[in-house]
């Protein structure tokens, strides 16, 4: 596992005898300071360099260590998609796992002695979340900062479900709900509100400082640190929602997955496939406004996968329970961001209540 540790003045000790302790299990170990016990230092300022590797995916998981633990564990926590965890023993070390999926570890270096701290680390480190009511506890707590904004993609206690509440994405979905929204309005909307949804979801991308030349002087500014995004529409509906998020990143890379369902086994066959070469380096939304089954969906996420796609999500304008269960059940990994998750799929396969067919409703094809 990719594991950042950091500690301020008070941690360094235990930090140094953590780091080897974990390096000896067979982790990898990104050490992001302090390198010193003797000089005072902040521990928001260390809680903040772990926390952005977790983040950002650079890491998997983060140990921090102050004094009491109390104050990383605040600072920490402050981060969406951050789920760090005070332990100070081997239990609930083991229980913030399981039913918390706690993503960071922290330590007291003043309250808990080393060779007990390597202990907490250690079934910490082994130990996995758990599914069923604890995941469902857990994704309540993710609608909570979904709220406000979305945890960035790196930072996660196990595939995300997130329902994105912003009042613009909820006011247009009613519109496109409609049955008496024009086809051009239809159209229009669903690329506004696919470009809201991964303006939302992109909220923490990683930023590097850059030079700026004005026409009145240099200054700072910040410019994405080389995160590369594809986009997979799901044909032919998916093609609905391209144009509203190239409009924001333009230098997202298009790839197309084309599905169909054969009549006799039901299950979804590829007719076209075409993704970028380098789909390896990318973070990937597989895009498609309605996830009804999620066979589909499914089929084209294992696609991306099997071509080297490692950092998927999905986003759906609307889902049905049933075809979040299955994305979840067959990707656990991938994120899912929808607009909504309606009450149930009809005997037709349609979301109820749904928007009826939206490759229908974007082409005017009915
Ligand atoms: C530093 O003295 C101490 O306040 C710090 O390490 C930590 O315990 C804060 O919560």
Known sequence: MRLAIGSDHAGFA?????????????????????FSGEQPTDYPDWSQKVTDLVTSGKSDRGI???????GMSIAANKVPGIYAALCSNEYAAKLSRLHNGSNVLVLGSRTTGAGLAKAIAEIWLVTDAEGGRHLARRQKV????????????GAKAGGRVVVMSHPLIQHKLSIVRDKNTTVKDFRDLVQEIAGLMVYEISRN???????????????????????KLAVVPVLRAGLGMVEGILRLVPNAKVGHIGLYRDPESLRPVDYYCKLPGD???????????????????????????????KRVSLVSLISAPEGVSRVTGDHPEVDVFTASIDDCLNDHGYIVPGLGDAGDRLFGTK
């Not at 140094?16 to 302090?34: M, N």
């Open 14 to 34: 235990l930090k140094e005898d953590l780091k080897a302790f974990v390096e000896s299990l067979g982790h990898e170990v990104t050490d992001v300071g302090a």
């Open 64 to 70: 921090l260590i102050c004094g009491t633990g109390i």
């Open 142 to 153: 993710m609608d909570k900062e979904a709220g406000s904004h979305v945890a960035p993609q």
């Open 205 to 227: 991308l990683p930023l590097e400082e850059v030079e700026v030349e004005t026409p009145i002087c240099w200054t700072k500014g910040f410019s994405l640190a080389g995160k």
């Open 279 to 309: 789909i390896g380096e990318r973070d990937i939304f597989i895009i498609d406004p309605m996830l009804a089954t999620g066979g589909s969906a499914s089929a084209a996420i294992a696609h991306v996968k099997k071509a080297g796609g």
